[in-house]
């Protein structure tokens, strides 16, 4: 896993780091589980995106010049809607 990666899966709300010192939050490993899938779509069985889905997007993106790191974070972002 990569560096990224690894840092926003331990941004996330639910992730709890053992520690006998401090009382436990209200989290469980199956809580921070779900949150890890929920950032990527379709691997949920709920969700389902089609290879069209996927056309429409990076057809829109071939055709808009990016060129700031805001414009690809708006494109990279359309991954996870």
Same mark, same amino acid.
């Given at each position: 896993?990569?560096?990224?990666?690894?840092?926003? %899966?331990?941004?996330?709300?639910?992730?709890?780091? @053992?520690?006998?010192?401090?009382?436990?939050?209200? @989290?469980? @490993?199956?809580? %921070?589980? $779900?949150?890890?899938?929920?950032?990527?779509?379709?691997?949920?069985?709920?969700?389902? @995106?089609?290879?069209?889905?996927?056309?429409?997007?990076?057809?829109?993106?071939? $055709?808009?010049?990016?060129?700031?790191?805001?414009?690809?974070?708006?494109?990279? $972002?359309?991954?996870?809607?």
């Amino acid at each position: 896993m990569d560096y990224n990666t690894s840092e926003q %899966w331990l941004s996330i709300s639910e992730y709890q780091p @053992y520690n006998d010192s401090q009382p436990a939050l209200p @989290y469980s @490993y199956d809580d %921070w589980k $779900r949150a890890v899938i929920s950032l990527y779509p379709g691997a949920d069985a709920a969700t389902k @995106y089609s290879m069209a889905d996927l056309d429409q997007i990076m057809g829109k993106a071939a $055709r808009t010049d990016i060129k700031t790191i805001g414009q690809f974070a708006d494109y990279y $972002r359309k991954f996870y809607q």
